[in-house]
């Protein structure tokens, strides 16, 4: 018999090109670009006088720096707008697929992909953004690229990459009522740290990981990045499946059935060895919340501050402006964003809605909601949800990245605070001198209601609808 493998080197192997001085020439089934790391790769083309060696293979859209509170009007931020036109313009000379600003496709990246069904099981994905670990999600080996790279992926649909380590983390359990893939993915960095994955591709594995929707594997392989790893993976299952069905990339008929068949080797075999293994037992975790400017300096919603036990921690509360010991349900805030690649689908305003519904926004609190793409804003609005939001107080937007990275004009005032279902709490992530808390939708919904950070189980008891 072979030697076991694990769902990584299965899909390393099967993209080798050639290999020469310890580096892999691995080929590229799909190249994701939006308009923020895609100009310099262009000109580059441009001045070699090379063309896109696989148009069919590349789509490109706008999602950093679009406006999200109007459409069909002059873009107002001039270096926007510039790198709005400068996509275009790339696209139509290079014959690459655009979904630009205000077209009935656009959305986030890492969440039209996925819901064009593009992402498929055993492919290498790459995109010049680190959340491309997002598709991990669906058995794909796929992950953020430099803007040099990207041009090297323009042009020769191949990239050059060391083969990284393996590392396996497992879940083990019983997943309470309650907790979602955001608290797992939170609770996880917490454990391995800011650089646990360094150098590494974690496969996350165990009965927890099979019972999550596509939706929350998502959420916690695009949070892998945050771990330090190269990309996060999850085997394919009937959940997979079910998802991709008859998405427009999808394989249809017949072809359909052998990709399914070929799919389903896309698995750890038994025996196979990791560099590197974690096993997290789920069963007594509450909802997660950072206190402080990584995403592993987190805690249970139930917690205090914690004391700070380095000068590293001491200068994230001395930002975050909270004192040790004080309870995480104590925390006001000033603003809620729902939003962002790794929680704007459907099912992560649905859960926020939930919470919301009947409810009001608490005075003074600023609550925006950003659907990941256009088509979810659709769904969410043929669906009512969009309605409850704004009957409790929410803004309802157009979708981009908006105030996950505050690359548009969507930005807090400094010391400002925010519960945000985003990926990232560094120091000005949101503004100079804004405060993030990450938290999963259902959290960030019910602290919009309460005005602090707040457990929505709890919210529900305390606040009628
Ligand atoms: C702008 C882009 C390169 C960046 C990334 O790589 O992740 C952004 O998407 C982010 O989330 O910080
Ligand atoms: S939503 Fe945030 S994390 Fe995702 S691609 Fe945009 S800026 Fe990066």
Known sequence: MSQPKTLFDKVWEKHVVTSSDNLDLLYVDFHLMHEVTS??????LREMGI???????????????????????????????EQMETLMANSKDFGVKVYPWGSEDQGII???????????PGMVVVCGDSHTSTHGAFGALAFGIGISEVAHVLATQTIRQRKPKKMAVTLTGKRPKGVT?????????QIIGTDGGVGHVIEYRGDVIKELSMEERMTICNMTIEGGARAGMIAPDETTFEYLKDKPFAPKGEEWEKAVEEWKQLHTDEGAVFDKEVVVDVTDIKPFV??????????????????PRDPNEERALEYMGLAPGMPMKEVKIDAVFIGSCTNSRLEDLRAAADVVKGRKVKEGVKAIVVPGSMK??????????????????????????????GMNEDVLEAGQRCASTSNRNFEGRQGKGARTHLVSPAVAAASAIMGKLADPAEMAKEVAR
């Open 290 to 307: 950072t206190w402080g400017t990584t995403p592993a300096q987190a805690v249970s919603i139930d917690s205090m501050v914690p004391v």
């Open 51 to 81: 063309k896109v060696r696989r148009p069919d293979l590349t789509i490109a859209t706008m999602d950093h720096q679009v406006p999200t509170s109007y459409l069909n009007e002059p873009v107002r931020d001039p270096v926007a707008a």
């Open 39 to 44: 100009p310099h790769a262009f000109r580059a």
């Open 376 to 405: 979810v804003k659709r769904e969410a609005e043929e669906e009512g949800l969009a309605d409850i939001f704004v009957n409790a107080g929410f803004e309802w937007r157009a979708s981009g990245c908006s105030l996950c990275v």
């Open 181 to 189: 893939g955001k608290d797992l993915i939170l609770y996880i960095l």
């Open 110 to 120: 890492h969440v039209i992909a996925p819901e064009k069904g593009i992402i498929q």
